[in-house]
Nanobody, 124 residues
Framework: VQLQASGGGLVQTGGSLRLSCAAS????????MGWFRQTPEKEREFVAA????????VYADSVKGRFTISRDNAKNAVYLQMNSLKPEDTAVYYC??????????????????WGQGTQVTVSS
């Protein structure tokens, strides 16, 4: 199984980016999906998650109202639309899929497959 993340880059404060993550090697249409992020100074932290159907989502307080997670089960993919970006959003963003869990979770322990990470840098 491979997860390929893309869409990161350099953007100014207030700008937008859309991250994408597509999986190959296994179908994840019944699995929870999520996004986490990490900086050199902090441990990996939860950003957003979506349940198997896409009907339920949950966000970290720091991104609520600015980020939107979505999924396309036909494409085996998850997305993260990031608007009103701030310098504190600068991090490496990781997509993640669960092998068995289909609900809504922010717990890293529920996720089994991780992408390689994509760098997001927000300049002030």
């Amino acid at each position: 199984v491979q997860l390929q993340a893309s869409g990161g880059g350099l953007v100014q404060t207030g700008g937008s980016l859309r991250l994408s993550c597509a999986a190959s090697g296994r179908t994840f249409s019944s699995s929870a999906m999520g996004w986490f992020r990490q900086t050199p100074e902090k441990e990996r932290e939860f950003v957003a998650a979506v349940n198997w159907s896409g009907g339920r989502t949950v966000y970290a307080d720091s991104v609520k109202g600015r980020f939107t997670i979505s999924r396309d089960n036909a494409k085996n993919a998850v997305y993260l639309q990031m608007n009103s970006l701030k310098p504190e959003d600068t991090a490496v963003y990781y997509c993640t899929f669960s092998r068995y869990y289909s609900g809504l979770t922010s717990a890293q322990s529920q996720y089994d497959y991780w992408g390689q990470g994509t760098q997001v840098t927000v300049s002030s």
